[in-house]
C-alpha cells in the first residue's frame, strides 16, 4: 500500500524559512518522481517543485531561488527548503508521486495513491 506523509508545516512570518518532508512507502522510491503542490484556500492546485529519479529539480518561475526539493534515497524522503516565505504562499502543501502532469491531472483536493494529506504552511506577520 502506497503511502505518503508529510510533516514540518506551521506558521511562520513573511520572509521566513520552513522545511517540509515527505516520508513515502509502498513502491520503490528511487524509481520515482516526486513533486510538490499546493492548494491555497479556495484555489487550484498549483505545483511548486519537482524532481527525477537522477536528482535534477524543476520549479515554476514564482517560487525558483527560494525554494529547494531535494531527496534522500535512503530514507524514501523527499524535501522541500523554503525561504523567504510570503503572505501568498498560505496553503496546504502535498507531496506527490510522479510528474507535473500529476497536478495537470488531479482536480478538487489531491487524494489516492499518488498523493499524500498534506501539511498546513501558513505566512503570516
Known amino acids: 500500500e502506497v503511502h505518503l506523509v508529510e510533516s514540518g508545516g506551521g506558521s511562520v512570518q513573511p520572509g521566513g524559512s520552513l522545511r517540509l518532508s515527505c516520508v513515502a512507502s509502498?513502491?520503490?522510491?528511487?524509481?520515482?518522481?516526486m513533486l510538490w503542490a499546493r492548494q491555497a484556500p479556495g484555489k487550484g492546485l498549483e505545483w511548486v517543485s519537482g524532481?527525477?529519479?537522477?536528482?535534477?529539480?524543476y520549479y515554476p518561475t514564482n517560487v525558483k531561488g527560494r525554494f529547494t526539493i531535494s531527496r534522500d534515497n535512503g530514507r524514501n524522503t523527499v524535501y522541500l527548503q523554503m525561504n523567504s516565505l510570503k503572505p501568498e504562499e498560505t496553503a496546504v502543501y502535498y507531496c506527490?508521486?510522479?510528474?507535473?502532469?500529476?497536478?495537470?491531472?488531479?482536480?478538487?483536493?489531491?487524494?489516492?495513491?499518488?498523493w499524500g494529506r498534506g501539511t498546513q504552511v501558513t505566512v503570516s506577520s
Open positions: 509502498g513502491f520503490t522510491f528511487s524509481r520515482s518522481e
Open positions: 506527490g508521486r510522479g510528474t507535473r502532469e500529476l497536478v495537470v491531472q488531479t482536480t478538487g483536493t489531491p487524494g489516492g495513491d499518488d
Open positions: 524532481i527525477d529519479t537522477d536528482g535534477k529539480t
